[in-house]
């Protein structure tokens, strides 16, 4: 299983890399659950990781056709592999299929589509999970995220863990990746990966003050060995809907791995 770490910059985009996260998720916690970072930032932030890991981006709930769409170009044109949109606000599947397609048009190059599902998807006046599943097939998106809209209270207490499992099963059943979010720390990661779950992804617990504090190198490597075993030296997201790349860790990063390794041997 992956970790992703969202990043509100560069500085937290370095600490997540020396603390061995998979996937690096610029989001700007002050702005919601889904809030997305400046373009200059976002082109910071993609300067940190220097190629090291993938990259995804938060870019909010779609309002409009044409103001996603250009958005998702914006975002694409830093060299993402993944933008995420959510979908706060909209109760319609067929409305919800044109954002996604809105979306996909506006990507460009290797750069992906997520759709993010929420789990207090009434909370968000969204559509329920399992609807969203269907129209990211339909729409030729990567994979799905399920999160909170809400920060209050973990996934796993605002949903059943058989309703978890099911969702989990229906977008694999679509061949899509699935991710899940919300609230979650180290304990839940092994619900999250008896599941099935290819991702899990942290922002309050990687930091030191809560989600709005600052990335902990430290936290993000407790969180690492509890997503299990760090993933082959390739950049493969998920259920293989990556292009494979070559990736040379900086040299920090791989002296962390190794220091966690032989703390793990001696306990």
């Keep these: 299983m ?13 600490a997540a890399l020396q603390g061995g996260a998979d996937v690096i998720d610029a989001k700007d916690p002050r702005r919601g659950a889904l809030g997305p970072v400046p373009l200059p930032r976002l082109a910071a932030i993609r300067a940190a990781v220097a190629g090291a890991h993938p990259i995804s981006a938060a ?22 592999a993944f933008v995420k949109v959510g979908f706060a606000g909209v109760t319609s599947e067929a409305r919800a299929r044109r954002l996604a397609l809105a979306a996909r048009r506006g990507a460009a190059g290797e750069t992906r589509v997520v759709l993010v599902a929420y789990a207090d998807w009434r909370h968000a006046e969204s559509l329920a999970p399992a609807c969203l599943v269907g129209v990211a097939a339909d729409a030729g998106a990567a994979g799905v995220l399920l999160d909170t809209s809400a920060k209050g209270a973990p996934l796993f207490a605002i949903t059943s863990l058989a309703s978890v499992t099911a ?5 694999h059943a679509a061949g899509l990746f699935a991710a899940l979010a919300g609230s979650l720390s180290g304990p839940d990661f092994a619900r999250a990966r008896a599941l099935g779950a290819d991702v899990v992804g942290v922002r309050g617990a990687a930091c030191v003050g809560g989600r709005t504090g600052r990335v902990s190198r430290r936290r993000v490597a407790a969180l690492r060995v509890s997503a299990g075993a760090a993933p082959p030296a390739r950049a493969l997201v998920g259920r293989g809907v990556l292009s494979e790349r070559e990736i040379e860790l900086p040299e920090i990063v791989r002296r962390d791995d190794e220091m966690l390794h032989a703390l793990r041997e001696r306990a």
Excluded at 167 to 171: D, K, L, R
Aim: avoid cysteine.
């Design 2 to 14: 992956q970790l992703l770490v969202s990043v509100a910059g560069p500085a937290e985009a370095r």
């Design 59 to 80: 870019l909010g709930d779609a309002a409009s056709e044409a103001a996603l769409a250009e958005a998702v170009a914006a975002a694409a044109a830093v060299d993402l």
């Design 167 to 171: 969702w989990v099963a229906a977008v």
